[in-house]
């Protein structure tokens, strides 16, 4: 089962179970919005098309993430021989919903499963908390291992530099006492 419906000016394709993108609306994650824009609906090979809408029908999602953003677009502008050139990046703002039902607004919802942890989880707990403490320490002494080659690599570096600069620099003196 799937239905076209209008969100926020724009058309989408529908499925229960499905996440979509929107533009962005005045809802914060976790709520639960309905879009009765319903423009056709398709139920195993039945399809209804509304005039505009049909009547009686209505999406219903929940807000997964109202703080997403889309890529970044560049816009250039550019006018030749002028010396006008203009550019502006742009970031769209999006709502992601995930469909949880398509159909009558009086038949029943099916309620989205909520995980619950088993006992045993809560108990490995700190057990997990001591393995994240452990590769946290971890990390900074090898972060910190591998900043003090670069460090001696740079200085050796430098010491070369310098070396064949000073051989040069006196082996044009010495030609120059030799032409006078």
């Given at each position: 089962?799937?239905?076209?419906?209008?969100?926020?000016?724009?058309?989408?394709?529908?499925?229960?179970?499905?996440?979509?993108?929107?533009?962005?609306?005045?809802?914060?994650?976790?709520?639960?919005?309905?879009?009765?824009?319903?423009?056709?609906?398709?139920?195993?090979?039945?399809?209804?098309?509304?005039?505009?809408?049909?009547?009686?029908?209505?999406?219903?999602?929940?807000?997964?993430?109202?703080?997403?953003?889309g890529d970044k677009v560049i816009v250039f502008k550019k006018k030749?021989?002028?010396?006008y050139r203009i550019k502006n990046g742009h970031r769209q703002n999006f709502t992601r919903i995930e469909v949880l039902h398509i159909g009558a607004k009086d038949a029943p919802r099916k309620e989205r499963a909520k995980k619950v942890a088993p006992e045993a989880a809560i108990v490995t707990e700190p057990d997990e908390e001591k393995k994240v403490v452990a590769k946290k320490t971890t990390a900074k002494k090898s972060t910190a291992k591998k900043t003090e080659p670069k460090e001696k690599k740079s200085a050796a570096v430098k010491e070369d530099v310098k070396k064949p600069a000073a051989k040069k620099v006196a082996a044009k003196k010495t030609s120059k006492s030799k032409e006078k």
């Open positions: 089962m799937y239905a076209i419906v209008e969100i926020a000016g724009q058309q989408f394709k529908v499925e229960e179970g499905k996440k979509i993108f929107v533009h962005r609306l005045e809802a914060e994650a976790g709520e639960t919005v309905q879009f009765d824009k319903v423009l056709l609906v398709e139920n195993d090979g039945n399809v209804t098309v509304g005039e505009p809408v049909v009547q009686d029908i209505i999406v219903e999602g929940t807000v997964i993430d109202d703080k997403a953003r030749r021989k002028k010396g």
